[in-house]
Structure formats: C-alpha cells, structure tokens
C-alpha cells in the first residue's frame, strides 16, 4: 500500500510518501504560504494515482468530529488564509481516496505509539515545544478528540518570581505557550533560544514551566510515556531538570516505580525524532483506509 502523509505546520508543509510499515520513501517540504500558492503543489506531488490513502497530521484547531459540517476543515487559525479552510474536502476530491485527519501532534503521539518511544503503551502524550507549543494525547488506545482536541499547551502555569516578561499569547497572561515557545523565549532573553545554549538560567526557567505542565499533564491523562519533542527540546540539558523538577512537584504523591526509579525512560524525546509528525500522518492515512474498508 502506498501512502501519502501530509504534515502542516505553520512554518512549513512536509509531504511525503511511504508504505504502511512507517516506511518514508520521498519527501519534501514547502514553506507554508496560502491555500491558493501550496494545494496545487501538494496535489501534484500525491496526484496521478501514486497514492491509495492520505493522511493529514495539522496545525490547529481543527474541526475533528464527523458529525459537524465543518469536519475536515482548519477552524479558527490565527494562520488566516487557512481560517475555515476544508482541506479533507479539498484533498477528497482532487486525490479520490481515503483522507486521515487529525492534529499535528495527535499524529506525531501516534507515530511514537505505533514506531516509537511509547510502543506498547495504551496511554501516552506528545509534548511539542517549538513555535507553539502542542500536546498530542492518546488514551485508552485512541488519539483523543473531545469537545474540540487537546489544546494543552495553553495550560495555566505559575508565573515564576522574578520573571517580569508578559507572555505572548495573545488569549492568556500565563499559559505554558505563551511563556515558554520559541517565540517567547526569544522576547524574554532578546536572542533565539538556539544561541542562549550556555545561559544556565534559561533552562532552569524555561525546565520549570515545562516541568510544571507535565506535572499536570501526568496527574490528569496518567500517561505511560510522556515524550517532549520540538525544536526547543534540542537543548537536551533541559531533559534532566525537567525530570527532576516534575518528581519534587509530584512530591512522592504517586508512588510508582516508573516515576521513582525510572524517569529517565519516562520522559523522553521521541525516539523518531524529527519524524514523529510524518510518520504520524501517513499512519493516520493507513488508519482512514482501513476504517473506510471495514465500513465497506
Ligand atoms: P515548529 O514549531 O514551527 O513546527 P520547531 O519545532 O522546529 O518548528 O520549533 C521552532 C522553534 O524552536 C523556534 O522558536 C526556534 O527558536 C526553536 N529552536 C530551534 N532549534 C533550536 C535549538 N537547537 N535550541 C533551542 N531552540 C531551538
Ligand atoms: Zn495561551
């Protein structure tokens, strides 16, 4: 079977094209520009038949119940030439096959479930921390849905004394995005966090807010892997403070001996790497073709 995967990010649009073991035979990636300028390109990168499914891991929110009228479609975005855009219906009807949809780290928590650093597990999460900051959640052996999706990266999280910066999103004064993206980390220090790697203090602050949401994230999903990728997490000096400042928040409250004896395989970056989110999406592709199969 051959597969599309489709990855879009608010950076960058990844396509790809692979079979239904995980493996990405050809790739490329466009900078992300508006509908008008990318689905041509992207249609014909999949077109002629070279594809039996599709799936579309993307930046949100996103409308995922099957119910609404507007599923398939990218719903509020901030992205505005991507506001209300149908982009299942739009790849249905260009490509003719099976369309997978879901977040962009609902699909990256799955490609780590299925390939990756959670395999085997029927509860784990995906942390991204780059330009936002995304959480993928699967739970009970599906990626969760809801009400909307997962959009924990806009968690509360204490504001640390002594950190005097705002915040940068625009919707809350102190949500974990807001003070610990890319973005932010750039405003608060006046650099891009990839040349601050030697300033100690950086990643003792930015460590604990994200230390802070993952507590939270491991006191409310009881997640069997939590997995922090993103470009921010290639200061990987941040993995052990992390761990640590998660085991004094929880304060011995659950005692299992994967938290007290093996953190180190518990929080962890993803074992696909920068991949996760591709092999996610063509997972999601191989997923819809064989529910649409079994809906015959
Ligand atoms: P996106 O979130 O846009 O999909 P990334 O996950 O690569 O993409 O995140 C981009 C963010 O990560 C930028 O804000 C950038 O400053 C930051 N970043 C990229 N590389 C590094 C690095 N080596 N160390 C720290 N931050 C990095
Ligand atoms: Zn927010």
């Known amino acids: ?64 119940n099957r119910q609404s009228p507007a599923y398939g479609y990218i719903t509020s975005t901030p992205k505005l030439a991507w506001a209300d855009y149908n982009i299942v ?11 997978g949809f879901d977040t962009d780290v609902n699909g990256a928590v799955l490609g780590e479930v299925v390939f990756g650093a959670a395999r085997g597990c029927d509860a784990a999460i995906y942390i991204t921390v780059g330009t936002g900051v995304g959480v993928g959640v699967y739970a009970n052996g599906a990626l969760l849905h809801g009400l909307v999706h997962p959009e924990a990266g806009h968690v509360l999280v204490t504001k640390r004394e002594g950190d005097s910066y705002r915040g940068k999103c625009p919707y809350h004064a102190n949500c974990l995005e807001g003070l610990a993206a890319g973005p932010a980390i750039m405003e608060r220090w006046g650099k891009p966090a990839a040349e601050l ?13 994200i230390a802070q949401a993952v507590t939270n994230y491991i006191l409310t999903l009881s997640p069997q892997k939590v997995i922090l990728g993103g470009g921010v997490m290639h200061q990987e000096q941040m993995f052990p403070l992390v761990r640590k400042k998660v085991l004094d928040k929880l304060n011995f409250y659950l005692k299992n001996d994967i938290l007290l004896k093996h953190i180190g ?14 092999t996610g999406a063509l997972l999601l592709g191989r997923q819809e073709a064989q529910r649409q199969a079994a809906a015959g």
């Not at 790697?197 to 807010?209: G, H, I, N, P, T």
């Not at 395989?265 to 591709?278: N, Q, S, T």
């Open 1 to 64: 079977m051959r597969i599309g995967a489709l990855e879009a990010g608010g950076t960058k649009i990844v396509c790809a094209i692979g079979d239904e073991n995980g493996k990405i035979e050809i790739r490329v990636s466009y900078p992300t520009k508006t509908p008008g300028e990318m689905m041509p390109k992207i249609i014909e990168f999949f077109g002629g038949g070279k594809i039996d499914a599709l799936g579309i891991g993307c930046f949100g929110p996103v409308d995922l």
């Open 89 to 99: 219906g739009a790849f249905v009807e260009a490509l003719k096959v099976p369309v």
């Open 197 to 209: 790697a030697d300033r100690e203090e950086v990643w003792e602050l930015e460590s604990d807010y």
């Open 265 to 278: 395989d518990y929080i962890v970056p993803p074992m696909l790497g920068d991949d996760a989110g591709i």
